[in-house]
């Protein structure tokens, strides 16, 4: 059983906006482990709750596409791909134990 808490500070209001792969609103990101962190800033990445798409926050911490230099640079870091790759397998077996 998961035990882990939602700290406060650890989800911060966003703009309304869509997932640009599943069109699912998003209204709010969250730290990827819950606990308190700093604000979310232009630049850092996001990951789809719902689907699980990898997306990059804007200057308006709406989501946006990923440049070709951004997918380049990201793919050359190993430890970042391999917590993405984590979260995004979180995320499937989730979804998959929701249906
Ligand atoms: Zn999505």
Redesign the pocket.
């Known amino acids: 059983m998961n035990d882990k808490k939602i700290e406060p500070g650890a989800t911060t209001r966003t703009p309304l906006n869509n997932?640009?792969?599943?069109?699912?609103k998003i209204s709010a990101a969250s730290t990827p482990d819950g606990r308190a962190g700093p604000p979310p800033t232009e630049g850092d990445l996001t990951v789809?709750?719902?689907?699980?798409?990898v997306m990059m926050l804007d200057r308006d911490l709406k989501v946006r596409g990923m440049t070709d230099a951004e997918i380049e640079e990201l793919t050359s870091n190993r430890a970042t791909m391999d917590e993405l790759a984590r979260m995004v397998r979180c995320i499937h077996l989730i979804r998959h134990r929701a249906n």
């Not at 789809?48 to 798409?53: E, T, V, W, Y």
Request: overall charge neutral; glycine content about 16%; aromatic content about 0%.
């Open positions: 997932c640009l792969d599943c069109g699912c789809c709750i719902k689907c699980g798409a």
